[in-house]
């Protein structure tokens, strides 16, 4: 990637170019919105470090020489706030001080409490008198309490104060943060572009990494770099044969393993067996398509669309089970019960 522009990446160009159209008379909020694993918190950083950048760059970008930039990338830039999940911070290596941080486990979620340390960073003047930027991600992990703090918020914003919002999904927010948000879409690279830029990474087998996430680079990057498929594989095994006594193995056996990821797994699968037995073609699992052939032949369609539903059904909760174990025995017993054909 370009030294200047560290933040964004290549099939992020076309949406960068689109984005200055706004900057003119930029909206108090925009909510960008795409598919995870695209790299949506690194645009709307990279945005915020424009917006406060005091040399902009004719193209929108930042200058990454003026004082502001400097204190953007050291993490301390005055007139700027990041809200998300601790569980992110801690991924990002940024965990708090003290013993007891490290008893409780990091909350998934963003917390009213984040959301009111706001009120005094909008209450005092800009350190460079240009703009207040504040960046949340992902909107979805807002708790209630959460929600409605920020919607207070965003009905009366203060004065050059801005907003910059990412979420994986949609439906998942309050209609009414929604409503006043500007969106603006992030989508899912061309094929092409995600596979050469993981090839340019040095990621082996890319084209079969990038198919088994879905075509998002970074979650194939991100899964690469384990080299570990076990997990899936095990998942996989257990949809191509189904059974009662294995569904309940297979739930024992993945209950750690992140509820979200194993319902993306699911989803994909059917989608390559709804799409197999109507087309005779995949998307998602080359490396099963003997399994997923077998399997479609013997499996009604009927079947195939109630087990999709359920599953997409379940994603709702799958960020916070009662029991991984049990939210685990229900989708794979309910597979069962529509594709064991």
Not at 50 to 61: F, I, K, P
Not at 136 to 149: D, F, G, K, Q, V
Request: charged share 25%; glycine share 6%.
């Amino acid at each position: 990637m370009d030294a200047l522009n560290t933040s964004i990446y290549p099939w992020q160009e076309d949406a960068w170019s689109t984005l200055q159209q706004l900057r003119a008379r930029l909206p108090h909020a925009v909510l960008f919105h795409g598919p995870v694993g695209t790299g949506k918190s690194h645009f709307i950083e990279h945005f915020a470090q424009a917006l406060l950048c005091e040399n902009v760059r004719t193209d929108g970008h930042p200058c990454n020489a003026c004082a502001s930039c400097g204190w953007f990338v050291q993490g301390s830039h005055p007139d700027f706030r990041r809200i998300r999940p601790e569980a992110l911070d801690e991924e990002a290596g940024e965990e708090g001080e003290g013993d007891d941080k490290k008893k409780t486990k990091p909350s998934k979620e963003i917390k009213i409490e984040q959301v009111r340390a706001l009120a005094d960073f909008m209450n005092i003047s800009t350190h460079r008198q240009g703009l207040r930027v504040v960046v949340l991600y992902p909107a979805e992990a807002l708790n209630t309490p959460a929600s409605n703090a920020l919607l207070k918020t965003l009905e009366e914003p203060p004065p050059g104060t801005v907003f910059l919002l990412a979420s994986n999904s949609l439906d998942r927010l309050l209609p009414t943060i929604l409503s006043r948000c500007r969106k603006f879409a992030l989508p899912m690279p061309a094929h092409a572009a995600a596979l050469a830029w993981l090839q340019a990474q040095g990621v082996a087998d890319a084209d079969g990494w990038l198919s088994e996430q879905g075509g998002a680079p970074l979650a194939a990057l991100a899964q690469a770099e384990t080299g570990n498929r076990e997990e899936m594989d095990t998942l996989l095994q257990y949809l191509a044969r189904p059974s009662v006594e294995l569904a309940l193995r297979t739930a024992d056996k993945m209950q750690k393993v992140p509820l979200t990821s194993v319902v993306a797994w699911q989803q994909r699968w059917l989608y390559d067996l709804f799409s197999m037995k109507l087309t005779g073609r995949i998307r998602y699992y080359p490396r099963y398509q003997r399994e997923l052939k077998g399997l479609a032949d013997r499996v009604a369609v009927a079947g195939v669309l109630a087990a999709i539903k359920a599953t997409a059904e379940r994603r709702a909760t799958s960020d916070h089970p009662l029991s991984p174990k049990l939210f685990l025995e229900d989708m794979l017993l309910d597979y069962s019960a529509s594709c064991a054909g």
